[in-house]
Nanobody, 115 residues
Framework: VQLVESGGGLVQPGGSLRLSCAAS????????MSWYRQAPGKERELVAG????????NYGRSVKGRFTISRDNAKSTVYLQMNSLEPEDTAVYYC?????????WGQGTQVTVSS
């Protein structure tokens, strides 16, 4: 089982990034998928979630209207489009798959928003 995040990096305030999470080793299309983030000294927080079939999404209050989660089950990949990035968005971003009481986590990708 693997979840591999990519697309992180350094971006200026107001810029955009798109994160990807590629799943393998399990049937990701039947799992709800989420993005979480953790900044230094802070707890891990939910950024966005999407149902297994992609018919419903939810967002953390601080990113609503700026971030968009989507998935392509044919590619076993989940995306996080991040626009209007702010320094407060700096964190390690993690992908999570969930089905019932079963969870899988990726290793994370660093996003740094700085001028």
């Amino acid at each position: 089982v693997q979840l591999v995040e990519s697309g992180g990096g350094l971006v200026q305030p107001g810029g955009s990034l798109r994160l990807s999470c590629a799943a393998s080793g399990f049937t990701s299309s039947i799992y709800a998928m989420s993005w979480y983030r953790q900044a230094p000294g802070k707890e891990r927080e939910l950024v966005a979630g999407i149902t297994s079939v992609g018919d419903s999404t939810n967002y953390g209050r601080s990113v609503k209207g700026r971030f968009t989660i989507s998935r392509d089950n044919a590619k076993s990949t989940v995306y996080l489009q991040m626009n209007s990035l702010e320094p407060e968005d700096t964190a390690v971003y993690y992908c999570r798959a969930q089905r019932g009481g079963r969870f899988y986590w990726g290793q994370g990708t660093q996003v740094t928003v700085s001028s």
